[in-house]
């Protein structure tokens, strides 16, 4: 497989959690909740025919994450990873998924916690490839808190962001990445 598909996708999920970063300070919570945050990515059963691109996002808002923060779980690329004390970015690339639902978490607790994902991103595979369901979940302290669905992963979509925020639970941030060239 070419290596142009992962770079086009790395770098659409790199800009697109930059762009989820962006907003009013005054919207910023006041106090510095953190925890541990577990994501469920559950998909459907064509699963084994699609890749899964994603990029996760480590923040903390008044700083203090380790230069060895990572997602558990997750088989993160060291190359084009962003660490730095208050926000961290690791991607990870999956030729095929390999199961119908992967888990991580954050090593250390974070304000907020998103995943960008181009997955089940069906081009890069086969455009014939039938659709796929698609759920991510977050859990704090084993509950689960959130959850959101696409029945079925949009084929046409770049991708989407999921911004799920540690002071508000109950609610996730869905956005969609950057046109290119905008």
Same mark, same amino acid.
């Given at each position: 497989m070419k290596r142009y598909p992962y770079i086009l996708a790395a770098t659409l999920l790199f800009?697109?959690? !930059?762009?989820?970063?962006?907003?009013?300070?005054?919207?910023?919570?006041?106090?510095?909740?953190?925890?541990?945050?577990?994501?469920? !990515?559950?998909?459907?059963?064509?699963?084994?025919?699609?890749? !899964?691109?994603?990029?996760?996002?480590?923040?903390?808002?008044? /700083?203090?994450?380790?230069?060895?923060?990572?997602?558990? /779980? !997750?088989?993160?690329?060291?190359?084009?990873?962003?660490?730095?004390?208050?926000?961290?970015?690791?991607t990870a690339t999956y030729s095929s998924i390999p199961s119908d639902e992967v888990r991580f978490k954050t090593s250390e607790p974070v304000s907020t916690l998103s995943v960008a994902i181009a997955a089940p991103y069906q081009i890069f595979v086969d455009p014939n490839t039938p659709t796929m369901n698609f759920t991510i979940e977050f859990y704090l302290d084993g509950k689960k808190v959130a959850s959101a669905s696409e029945n079925p992963f949009p084929s046409n979509s770049p991708g989407k962001v999921y911004v799920f925020d540690v002071s508000d639970p109950e609610n996730i941030i869905v956005s969609y990445p950057p046109s290119v060239g905008n």
């Open positions: 800009f697109a959690l !930059l762009s989820s970063c962006k907003g009013d300070d005054a919207a910023a919570p006041t106090q510095a909740e953190k925890k541990i945050v577990e994501t469920r !990515l559950k998909f459907g059963s064509t699963y084994g025919s699609h890749a !899964l691109y994603l990029s996760a996002q480590g923040t903390s808002i008044n /700083g203090g994450l380790s230069p060895d923060f990572n997602f558990i /779980g !997750l088989e993160t690329q060291e190359e084009g990873s962003i660490i730095h004390e208050a926000s961290v970015i690791k």
